[in-house]
């Protein structure tokens, strides 16, 4: 099975630069994704790590380290638009190659 | 183009009836996925299905039903409608296979609200 943890809440100023943390757990592993959700909308990709270290695009990178179980988003020049839910999910491996999801970061960009 | 779609986007029913959602994918995926998002925003998987065959299927109650006519629907009829169904249900789709790393594209949600 999978276990995926994150933090509920973060706040943070517009211009400024948020980490969100994720680690997981999980009997098989094939990859790290991130997504971020607004209120009332689907969920949509940001990023995926395979391999260990950071990808960067944009605002947004992520780093992933397969040894500590661990991945961060970091968002750089926060924007107001950037207030959302952000997911953190890990893939199985496998044949099915199941999501499993954390419950999401909530984040509030505030003025 | 709407690359995946849900019909409808709001189900408002009373406790016992049978309804259905559907979900349509023009991207050319093999694979699609039932998510169920409750109150507390937990995104959690619940069937998926490849080129027509399921292939994950989570501990969900049996009342609740997948179909896949074709690779490019993925339909969920639910039986005897309690009020813990009450949630946003997402379909998703993508691309398995070699060289894909199977990004999910969502579609925007089926809200059903048990009364």
């Known amino acids: 099975g999978q276990n995926i943890d994150q933090p509920t809440e973060m706040t943070a100023t517009e211009g400024a630069i948020v980490q969100i943390n994720c680690t997981y757990q999980?009997?098989?592993?094939?990859?790290l994704f991130w997504y971020q959700q607004h209120a009332g909308e689907a969920p949509t990709f940001l990023s995926y790590?395979?391999?260990?270290g950071l990808e960067e695009k944009g605002r947004f990178s992520s780093f992933l380290s397969r040894s500590k179980g661990y991945s961060y988003l970091l968002l750089k020049e926060l924007q107001m638009k950037d207030s959302a839910s952000y997911l953190c999910a890990a893939l199985a491996s496998g044949s099915a190659r199941q999501l499993t999801f954390g419950s999401g970061t909530q984040l509030t960009v505030l003025p | 183009d709407t690359a995946v779609s849900q019909t409808p986007k709001y189900l408002v029913t009373q406790m016992g009836n049978d309804k259905s959602i559907k979900c349509e994918q023009n991207?050319?995926?093999?694979?699609m996925y039932w998510y169920k998002q409750d109150s507390k925003k937990f995104l959690k998987i619940m069937f998926s299905y490849n080129n027509k065959e399921l292939i994950i299927n989570e501990t969900v109650p049996n009342r609740f039903s997948p179909k896949s006519p074709d690779k490019a629907h993925l339909n969920l009829h639910i039986n005897s409608l309690e009020l813990g169904d009450s949630a946003v249900y997402f379909c998703a789709s993508s691309q398995l296979g070699t060289g894909h790393y199977n990004e999910q594209f969502f579609g925007p949600g089926t809200r059903l609200t048990v009364l």
């Open positions: 790590n395979v391999l260990d």
């Open positions: 991207l050319g995926h093999d694979t």
């Open positions: 999980t009997s098989g592993f094939n990859g």
